[in-house]
């Protein structure tokens, strides 16, 4: 069973730009997860989708970051515009649902300069 | 706020010592205690979990503790290998809704 696919795996950009970053999760997978892993902390959840409604956002930073996870499968999570407190690892996870087991993808770095 | 508390941010232990973490949380609402282990450049993975109705689960090397009472919970890594080495995150969450709350992590290295 293939995991959860991220892209891309690295990205610099400078304070100000727009950033995109794309889930895929593990087939049949209805829970969604982004979170925030800044350097030295623990992950922090951004948003949770249930199929491709929005359970949970009360820690996105709306006025930068928006989500969407069309058609209850793929996700992309967007910065517009970044800043130097957005450098992190950008984490997806997906579970069968919200009692399920959460599985991580690898992450996107990102690192605004 | 920090919904979980974890300790210690780092952990220096021999090859075949026991590696000890704790954590703390205050919801009384949380009802799913799991453990990750992260390696550099990877994705948290799921290594034991439990639920508030024991105290104990132990799956090979690896031994949750539970403490109700005192909203508390801890990882035992017995003969601890350097291959553990990596960073730990325990969490907790209210299952219901499925949002995973994470300690800070402690980062344990084994040397041989």
């Known amino acids: 069973e293939a995991g959860v696919a991220q892209s891309p795996r690295y990205k610099i950009i400078e304070k100000r730009q727009s950033v995109a970053f794309w889930c895929n999760p593990i087939s049949g997978h209805a829970t969604l997860y982004w979170y925030q892993q800044i350097l030295g902390q623990g992950p922090k959840l951004l948003i949770q989708?249930?199929?491709?409604?929005?359970?949970?956002d009360s820690q996105l930073p709306k006025d930068r970051f928006s989500a969407e996870r069309l058609k209850g499968v793929d996700s992309t999570l967007k910065i517009q515009p970044a800043k130097l407190e957005d450098s992190a690892v950008y984490l997806c996870?997906?579970?069968?649902?919200?009692?399920?087991?959460?599985?991580f993808g690898p992450g996107t770095r990102l690192t605004v300069t | 706020q920090q919904q979980v508390k974890q300790s210690p941010q780092s952990l220096i232990v021999q090859k075949g010592g026991i590696s000890i973490i704790n954590c703390a949380y205050e919801n009384t609402a949380f009802d799913y205690f799991p453990w990750y282990q992260q390696f550099p450049g990877k994705g948290p993975a799921l290594l034991i979990a439990i639920r508030p109705d024991v105290s104990e689960k132990k799956e090979g090397r690896f031994t949750i503790s539970f403490n109700k009472s005192a909203k508390q919970f801890s990882l035992h890594i017995m003969d601890s290998q350097p291959g553990d080495s990596a960073t730990y995150f325990c969490a907790a969450s209210d299952m219901s809704l499925g949002r995973l709350y994470f300690g800070r992590g402690t980062q344990l290295t084994v040397w041989p």
């Open positions: 989708f249930q199929n491709n409604g929005v359970v949970d």
């Open positions: 996870a997906s579970s069968s649902d919200t009692l399920g087991e959460q599985y």
